[in-house]
């Protein structure tokens, strides 16, 4: 079991939901990515998704798309994303799933991005346009290098395909509230709660809800069903207002205790 397994698995002997954050790896740049990422330790994440930046993304709404852009700019590539990595192990054991794309990956070596992702620390990966059918490859090298592979899933997913997610996820099982791109919202659907009843009532893997999370309501409203809430854009957001300025932490951290605390009414 990685730190991810074990994070949930602590969560729910507490009766908290986990809070999943999420950030661009390189925005503003990779030696400020680490000071955020320690942060949101500080603040109560529970565990921290690193996106490595892609010119190319199909998930990724505008908050997204522009810090990609913006560490992108920065020169912010795969090394540069694990040196990242090795950076937070030497300080923190927050659980670490890198995100990203398929195409990044297998310019790299697929086999070789999954034996030094899991050597500089991450536990788990999302690559974003791999589906279950055409995961054998990227499975069995993340397999071998003790990786868990988190899937997505949409309201749109057939009962076959949740079922081969439930089987093929480690981790988690990220669960989508909504089609379309990321991007913070103001209420939650019904498909979500749904979509995460369903893939419940086939594992017992933790599930968690992403896209359109933006505040403690929302986290509040998603732990009541799911075993966590994953927030993104709003995060990004904070992180491009008061890039540059010595409130930039202080920001990330009060956004982001404030978020936990809606976790803590599971």
């Known amino acids: 079991m990685t730190r991810i ?11 908290e939901g986990g809070l999943v954050t999420f950030i661009t790896a390189g925005d503003p740049n990779i030696e400020t990515t680490l000071k955020i990422i320690l942060e949101l330790d500080k603040a109560g994440a529970d565990v921290v998704e690193i996106g490595i930046p892609f010119s190319d993304p199909i998930a990724d709404g505008p908050s997204i798309q522009a810090a990609s852009m913006r560490a992108l700019a920065q020169g912010t590539n ?8 090795q950076g937070v192990r030497r300080e923190s054991q927050i659980p670490i799933v890198l995100m990203t794309y398929y195409n990044p990956v297998f310019h790299y070596g697929t086999e070789r991005f999954a034996q030094d992702a899991a050597r500089a620390g991450a536990d788990g990966v999302i690559v974003t346009d791999i589906i279950p059918e055409e995961a054998a490859v990227w499975k069995k090298a993340a397999d071998d290098a003790e990786l868990d592979t988190i899937f997505l899933l949409a309201p749109t997913s057939r009962e076959d395909r949740i079922e081969k997610v439930a089987n093929l996820a480690s981790g988690f099982i990220y669960c989508i509230s909504r089609t379309g791109i990321t991007g913070a919202g103001t209420e939650m659907s019904l498909d979500a709660r749904k979509l995460a009843e369903a893939v419940k009532g086939r594992t017992d893997k933790p599930v968690a809800v992403g896209f359109g999370i933006s505040n403690r309501k929302h986290v509040q409203d998603v732990c009541s069903y799911a075993d ?3 927030v993104g854009s709003v995060l990004v957001d904070t992180i491009a207002r008061y890039s540059g300025t010595k409130e930039l932490l202080e920001n990330v951290h009060k956004l982001v205790k404030s978020l936990k605390s809606g976790t803590l009414d599971k």
């Open 5 to 15: 397994g074990r994070r949930f698995s602590e969560l729910k002997k507490l009766g």
């Open 78 to 85: 795969i090394p540069a994303v694990l040196g990242l990595v």
């Open 228 to 230: 966590g809430a994953i």
